[in-house]
């Protein structure tokens, strides 16, 4: 069993889910995990800007400009009556259930969160009827009969393998599963979602959870490359990447892969293959359980903005045991992550990328000594053979050669 993740650009227009519809028409058991068209989250996001904001006029002019895509979309898409008509009714009962929560006078989290799952409903069901119409034997599984978060927004893999196991043994004639990425329950029952990029991980997770020999992200690029290809120019794929390189570079700012995805694939040691949609004959990138070793020693470098750097200065510190373990506890309490930490007799400086709970933070830090803070700073991740032992005298002429 292969998992296959195809992101927003390749199923956003229906030339591109033809294509992926052909990729997948091998008879090889497989669960395709889809995203939403590209551009359908973040109009979903817009819109639930405008209703927390009580623009709803705003809100609802986007509603009727996105529904109207979805009409030309499907209208290009099918070529039987049958299919138009279904893929209508498809259309009429996400876009009800969007303008009734659009009309609704309290706008809560709670109803953000159903309205940012529509746009993997849709394609989702949108493909499936694709596959009914060109006679491919497939069955639709809904991500809400079992992915699910617990309260910390963790995936819970146990319950996700259970009910999984479950509905694939229920249909075990079957050789193609479609499911929604994105999309899950949390503990309350409600619909939740695994945060902006999260098919990838929702693909690494029913990986981990169906035991697949491998895991498939198609994507718009031909792999991870060896530089972000948004910011600089000429970039190049890596062809090889072990977990944790590809673990540190999707943590540290390579957009290509969602940053948790690694993982649940590495879990249960699940090859991950970056592939282009556009070009699927491309080598992309597999990540795996490898030492791999290029001529370059530098193999990827990613960044990571808006980071906040704080520096705690305390002369409490000095000759203090359990003083870190406080500093930590403050953070843990307010559920902010730190990225990086360095420590020194008298400092420790951390970074964090989630400010919402910052001047609380701050203010308990304090406590300890002063706090000083730097925003809008950038993480630089360089991943590659860079062994720390490596002992050595630094050629003088070649400092002078870069210098120069
Ligand atoms: P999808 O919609 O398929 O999930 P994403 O937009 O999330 O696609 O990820 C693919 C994009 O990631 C690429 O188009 C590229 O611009 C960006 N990206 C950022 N860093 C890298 C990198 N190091 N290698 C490849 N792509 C990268
Ligand atoms: N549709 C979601 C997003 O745009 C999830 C994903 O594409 O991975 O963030
Ligand atoms: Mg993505």
């Known amino acids: 069993m292969k998992v296959l993740k195809f992101g927003g650009t390749s199923v956003g227009r229906p030339e591109r889910m033809k294509s992926i519809a052909s990729l997948i028409k091998d008879g090889e058991p497989k669960i395709v995990v889809l995203s939403a068209l590209s551009g359908t989250t973040n109009a979903l996001v817009s819109i639930s800007e405008d209703l927390f904001g009580r623009y709803q006029k705003n809100a609802l002019e986007k509603v009727a400009q996105l529904e109207e895509h979805y009409r030309v979309f499907v209208e290009t ?3 039987t009556e049958k299919a138009l008509k279904q893929s209508k009714a498809i259309l009429a009962k996400q876009f009800e259930l969007i303008r009734d929560i659009a009309e609704k006078p309290n706008f809560t989290g709670k109803e953000e969160r159903v309205l940012l799952a529509q ?4 394609s989702t069901q949108i493909f499936q009827t694709y596959l009914e119409e060109i006679a491919y034997p497939s069955v639709l599984l809904g991500a809400l009969d079992f992915m ?6 963790e995936p819970v893999l146990e319950y996700i393998e259970e009910k999984l196991q479950k509905l694939l043994a ?9 499911t929604q990425g994105y999309i899950c329950l949390n503990p309350r029952g409600e619909i939740d979602n695994l945060k902006r990029g999260g098919s990838d991980y929702t693909a690494s997770l029913v990986g981990a959870a169906a035991r697949a020999s491998e895991v498939q992200i198609w994507t718009d690029i031909d792999g991870m490359h060896n530089n972000d290809p948004r910011i600089v120019p000429n970039t190049k794929p890596v062809a090889e990447l072990s977990f944790e390189e590809a673990a540190e570079l999707a943590y540290f700012g390579a957009k290509i892969l969602h940053p948790a995805t690694i993982h649940p694939a590495k879990l249960y040691n699940i090859p991950v293959r970056l592939l282009n949609t556009m070009q699927p004959e491309a080598h992309g990138t597999i990540i795996a359980n490898v030492l791999s070793h290029t001529e370059n020693p530098i193999k990827s470098i990613a960044a990571k903005d808006n980071i906040i750097a704080i520096k705690i200065k305390s002369t409490r510190m000095l000759l203090a045991y359990g003083f870190l373990r406080k ?4 953070f843990e309490k307010y559920k902010t992550p730190i990225d990086m930490i360095t420590t020194s007799e008298v400092a420790v400086s951390l970074t964090i990328d989630n ?14 000594g002063t706090v000083e803070i730097d925003k809008e700073q950038s993480i630089v991740c360089v991943v590659g053979d860079l062994v720390a032992e490596n002992k050595g ?9 870069r210098a120069f």
């Open 77 to 79: 898409l099918f070529s």
């Open 119 to 122: 746009g993997e409903l849709l």
């Open 148 to 153: 699910k978060i617990d309260s910390d927004g």
């Open 170 to 178: 229920q249909n075990a004639d079957c050789q193609t599963f479609i």
């Open 327 to 330: 500093v930590f506890e403050i």
């Open 355 to 368: 400010p919402s709970a910052l001047s609380t933070i701050i203010r308990e830090l304090e406590y300890f």
């Open 393 to 401: 005298v630094v050629n003088p002429s070649c400092i002078a050669q």
